[in-house]
């Protein structure tokens, strides 16, 4: 068992993780106190949080699976069980998780829990991207059983994980535009290619 895995087994950090209901449940109630998760409640926080609910609501009722991948996730031989790295003020965490809940709703071979980057950053620090960003959501894909890492993805589809690189370089009148550009190319992709992704991933690791 290497140190990743320790770290993920270990018991209170477990017994702390959400549920997707749990989850969406906790923000909620976070908002009705005017917090978010984490420790920065400012208002600027707190409205992406408040986006975020009406962006995870879209999801649930609208995002369709693909024939293709509810194929794969039905024939699953090997139990997964998948940690995912989120917090309420993360938009990118609104576009994809409601599409990965679906994953994991579309068979019992898939247990989904998530926990907070914030609190449980000796985690998030074995996840990083690119080597270097505590980028989120990042899932991180074990066997049920005997609790080996068998992959990760995250934080983005690989489009979209181009876009934010690209914001980093622009300035603050184009930032604006630029983040609504990737918001618009969320809309428009449909969970399309993140699908397109677990649809190679999850084969690989049903391999091992």
């Known amino acids: 068992m290497t140190a990743t895995d320790t770290i993920l087994l270990n018991p209170e950090i477990i017994n702390k993780s959400y549920s997707y209901k749990e989850y969406r449940e906790l923000i909620e109630k976070l908002l009705d106190k005017e ?17 975020n609910l009406h962006r995870m609501d879209r999801h649930d009722k609208y995002a369709e699976m693909k ?5 794969v996730l039905r024939n699953l031989n090997r139990k997964f069980l ?13 576009q994809n998780l409601p599409i990965i809940n679906k994953m994991a ?9 998530l926990i907070l980057r914030d609190e449980n950053l000796e985690i998030m620090d074995q996840f990083l991207t690119d080597g270097r960003s505590r980028s989120i959501p990042k899932l991180i ?9 068998l992959g990760s993805w995250g934080p983005r589809p690989d489009t979209a994980q181009q876009m934010a690189k690209d914001l980093k370089y622009m300035n603050d009148l184009l930032l604006k535009e630029g983040v ?6 969320y809309a428009d992709d449909k969970n399309e290619e993140i699908q397109e992704e677990f649809l190679k991933l999850i084969p690989e690791w049903e391999k091992g």
Do not use: F, Q
């Not at 894909?141 to 890492?149: G, L, T």
């Not at 609504?180 to 190319?185: A, D, M, Q, S």
């Open 67 to 71: 024939p293709a991948l509810e194929r």
């Open 105 to 113: 709703e579309a068979t019992e071979k898939i247990e989904l829990k």
């Open 141 to 149: 894909c074990m066997d049920a059983d005997s609790h080996e890492v």
């Open 180 to 185: 609504e550009r990737l918001h618009k190319w």
């Open 82 to 94: 998948w940690v995912v790295l989120v917090e309420g003020w993360c938009s990118d965490v609104a």
């Open 35 to 51: 917090k978010t998760t984490g420790e920065n409640h400012s208002e600027e926080m707190l409205h992406y949080s408040r986006m």
